[in-house]
């Protein structure tokens, strides 16, 4: 009786406020908040917001200053300028082939160098030198750069692999770093990896921050892995690389560690060094950890080095250079942390329902940050760095919001079959009825080792999901961050073993709850959630009544031959499947040997040119569905990746998705 009367007293805010709920339309073309630059006082930064047209698919972008003594914003016209940094000098923003420079916070502007069409511009402490990227071919891979006589030839030539990558085919292309003075022609420019098939910044995703200058405009720091084909694809050495611009000599600073290296940061004072590490050659998601690098004597510390958890978000040097923020994963949100130099004691310093991800300034006391939650996108807030309380400056949504009922959501504590607690994510539906019984479905995280928090996302939205009238179960089953490193490294070369019975657990103790249908459950997620729900569907012993996996791995040995990533295959799945003895992952932890037990509709959506679970997992899952007499839907799309980025196809997706649920849940 009691638990009804809580349940009811829960539902009792939502049902007394019935507005509208989260629809695919409404979550794709909500604001989204973007900061380009801080002052060097830290006092302002420029902001962003940008609305997505669906029509075109445009994302039309207005720019702000905001005053963070005030936190008053007013509008701020830069034409097509995008901004590039604020320092000392002033602010700097390119359009096209043009830098230019502000020195009255975008007010007036002057042409200050002209650049080429160049990538990650960053300009050096002293304004007398600039370093960027752009792609230089080093290899000829293509048969029309090969053979002069067949310009119409579509030929790609590869004799080693790291051939393609996340989305693309290589092409002989590399990221390279060049730097100039500003009294000198872009032409000039020198190419710290020349003749290197190395890329810096790393693909696909590094960007400025793989270049950082010295506070003294001497040295240039660029992260890059000094590898390439087969060597490549089978290791995560990145290394941290200083370049002396007066010597032009380069030196490796992180090259005693054989794993990742990366993020490199200067304290205020340029003192020290700080970057995040992790020891472990080949592990993707081994604990990362933030050292310090004193930049006079060469001596590192290990600040993390004690602490159980993994720090897998963004740090930020404090204006005295005696201590660093930083998020990450902690007991399914993200928090705001700190860490001492001299006592490298852990604190933290924020707490609740949702995830402080970006860390942008620090205004005396005070930090700024961005903050989400299931139900809200990103805004920027401010936090008290002693209390931790937290006061929001932006809503740029708060009309959208004020249309939207929100959903509740509560971490639930479960008990999984070897007697451990796992943290386990409840989402609500908008006007949830306590004395009803709701349709659930039991989300599966990715990964494997990502954390799942108080994320918000155009395509795994909860809100939207619960919008929809379903009650969402989402485990921080075995591979989860935030829960301890044990915990976190418990799914390597287990992937089909006790993360599955983590998630059977979840779904047995969910299906326990009064308004909860245990007959109308369902399994659904993407990548490592994807290989879950088709590995579900063989073992689950009729408890999910349907499925839908998205860029999921079916098959593990026709996938470690097709992927392009070696070393986390070679990590987490245990070697390769010619091993003797052969791993688990491609005998008992293989989903396609459990085609035969498949006996519910599936539905398999899967991206054209993901090559990190490529489209023959997808089709190899579709065709044994069909084959074997099932319901079964194949939603593909040509022209995504691992991910859906396009907005129109995001609306396909979320459609199709609920309309896959409503046919069959």
Known sequence: MKLKNSLIALAAPFLMNAQNVMTPETLWTLNKIGVSAVSPDQGSLVYSVGKTDLKTEKNNRKNYFLNLKTNSASALDLGKKSLLQWDSNGLYAQEGAQIFISKDAGKTWKEFYTSGEVDNVVISPDGKKIAFSKEVTVEKVLGKDKYSDAPKSTAHIYSDLNHRHWDY????????????????????????LEGKAWDSPQRPFGGSEDMVWSPDSTQLLYVTKALSGAEYAQSTNTDIYAYDVNSGTVRNLTGSNKGYDVAPKFSPDGKYMSWQSMEREGYEADKNDIKIFEWKTGKVTNLTKDWDESVAGDVRWAQDSRSLYFTTAFRGTKQLFSVGLNNPKITQITKGDFDVNEIYAQNKNSLVVSRTDFNHNADLFSVDAKSGNMTQITEVNKKEYAQITPSKSELKMVKTTDGKEMGVWFIYPPNFDASKKYPTLLYCQGGPQSALTQFFSVRWNFALMAANDYIIVAPNRRGMPGWGTKWNEDISKDWGGQPMRDYLAAADYAKTLPYVDGDRMGAVGASYGGYSVFMLAGIHDNRFKTFIAHDGLFDMKSWYLTTEELWFANWDLGGSPYDKPTPKSYT?????????????????????????????????AFQAAKLKGLKTKFLYFPNENHWVLHPQNGLVWQREFFEWLKETL
């Not at 590399?174 to 190419?191: P, Q």
């Not at 599936?602 to 190899?620: C, T």
């Open 169 to 192: 085919f290589n092409e002989g292309k590399y990221n390279h770093i060049f730097v100039v003075n500003i009294s000198d022609k872009v032409e000039n420019a020198k190419d710290l």
């Open 588 to 620: 008992e932890f293989n989903p396609s040997n459990y085609v035969n037990n498949w006996n519910k509709p599936i539905m398999v959506i899967q991206g054209g040119i993901d090559y990190r679970v490529p489209y023959e997992q997808g089709q190899e």
